[in-house]
Structure formats: C-alpha cells, structure tokens
C-alpha cells in the first residue's frame, strides 16, 4: 500500500515536470521557427558556401542541437554577417541582434559577447555566442514566467 503511494505521488511529480518541460520546449520552438523565418533566404545561401549539412542545420534551427561540426559553426557565421550581427572585425552588434532577434535583451548579448571577446576564430566565436545567447535568453524567459 505505501508502495503503491510513492508511487503515485513520484508519478504526479515527474508527470507536471514533464508537462513543464514541454510547456518550456514549444516556447523555445516558437522562438527559434521565428528566428529561422527571419534566417529566410540566407539560410540556403550559407549552407551552400560553408558545405553545412541542411539536416542537420534543420536539427540546429528546429531541436536546439548544436552539433560540434566545423561547418555549422561556419554556416551559424556566415547567418550572422549577413543579418549584420558581427560586424567586419568580428565584432558582435549588440544593438543589431537586440533590435532583430526575439527576446534577446542587452543584457543577455552582453554576458555571451563578454564570454567569446577573447576567442580569434570567427566561426567557432559566433558558434559558441550563439549557443551562450539562446541558453540565456530561455533561461532569462523561464526566469519571468
């Protein structure tokens, strides 16, 4: 009988956790299919200069997975100097990807630009800014639920 209990009670849990979960998912794949209609057309046009994989750039854009490939770092460049989010220096634009990007906030572009200054490659510098910003913008999104 106590057995059955817990169990029910571990069920309810890890049932409104997961519900939770996913409530946390559809938000983010809102975000990012709003990012991927903004990406638009030079979506093909990266992934054919940087030799990207389009399955797994749809992966990137539509399940959140930042694969460690060369090329999709590059292609994640490649989107970003055509929406002019880095500027020719290399540089993050803070005010461009606050004004276009969904959610984003100064703050948040901020923190990750401080935390890529220092690397010298482009691609893997906005690879990893883009990963650091779409981990903090979720987190500061939960955070105001």
Request: aromatic share 8%; net charge negative.
């Amino acid at each position: 009988m106590a057995r059955t209990l817990v169990i029910l009670v571990l069920s309810s849990f890890f049932s409104s956790t997961v519900i939770s979960f996913l409530t946390d998912v559809n938000g983010t794949t809102e975000f990012l299919d709003t990012i991927k209609m903004e990406v638009g057309e030079d979506n093909d046009m990266c992934i054919k200069s940087t030799g990207a994989d389009p399955e797994e750039v749809h992966l990137l854009w539509s399940k959140l997975i930042f694969l460690q490939k060369r090329s999709l770092e590059c292609y994640m460049e490649c989107i970003y100097v055509h929406k002019k989010y880095i500027n020719d220096d290399g540089e993050i634009v803070h005010e461009n990807l606050v004004a276009d990007v969904t959610n984003a906030t100064y703050h948040a572009v901020e923190e990750c630009s401080s935390k890529v200054r220092s690397m010298t490659d482009r691609c893997a510098k906005t690879y990893q800014f883009a990963i650091c910003l779409m981990h903090t913008n979720n987190t500061d999104l939960i955070s105001q639920l």
